[in-house]
């Protein structure tokens, strides 16, 4: 039988948020965690019902700009396209509440989620202020 992906928005309780500190702890062990996370809407995706990603995406500049602010995919789960759908889910988001671009940045040697960014139609682009530091791509698509 085929392997199925659903990705649905989830709402941001006490144990929801907890849930979403562990899985994000799983895929960017090496990172700080970001801690922020109830100011965002968040997707969880499940791969044949366990599950295997998240992601958010954050209102930012008055509501004209979707910022998508964390993205993870369990390592036992990458290659699978969840993080595509992931990407896509919010997009969608975005255009329905009214943004008018959506943002992001990668770190340079991030390809996966570079390729990924691509192929959802983002381009590079140079903030003003580069809002995490120099040694990152930073993207953005027109709405
Ligand atoms: C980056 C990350 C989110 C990618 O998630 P993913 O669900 O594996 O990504 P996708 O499957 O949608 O696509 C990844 C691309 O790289 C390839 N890829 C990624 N991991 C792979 C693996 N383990 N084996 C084979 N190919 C892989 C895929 O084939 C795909 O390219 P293609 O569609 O052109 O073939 C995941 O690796 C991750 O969570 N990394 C740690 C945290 C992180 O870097 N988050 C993103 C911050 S911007």
Redesign the pocket.
């Known amino acids: 039988m085929p392997s199925s992906l659903s990705v649905k928005r989830i709402a941001c309780t006490t144990p929801v948020l907890k849930r979403l500190d562990q899985l994000d702890r799983k895929?960017?062990p090496q990172d700080e965690p970001w801690d922020a996370k109830e100011r965002a809407y968040w997707w969880l995706a499940r791969w044949d019902g366990v599950e295997a990603?998240f992601a958010g995406i954050l209102e930012v500049d008055g509501g004209q700009t979707g910022f998508?602010c964390?993205?993870?995919?369990?390592?036992e789960?990458?290659?699978?396209?969840?993080?595509?759908?992931?990407i896509q889910e919010r997009v969608r988001f975005a255009r329905s509440h009214g943004y008018k671009q959506v943002i992001?940045?990668?770190?340079i040697d991030?390809?996966?989620?570079s390729?990924?960014l691509i192929?959802c139609g983002f381009v590079l682009y140079q903030p003003e202020y580069s809002f995490v530091g120099p040694n990152y791509n930073y993207w953005y698509l027109t709405l």
């Open positions: 895929c960017f990603g998508l964390r993205a993870g995919v369990l390592p789960f990458r290659g699978n396209g969840i993080q595509r759908r992931l992001t940045y990668t770190s991030n390809t996966a989620s390729n990924n192929a």
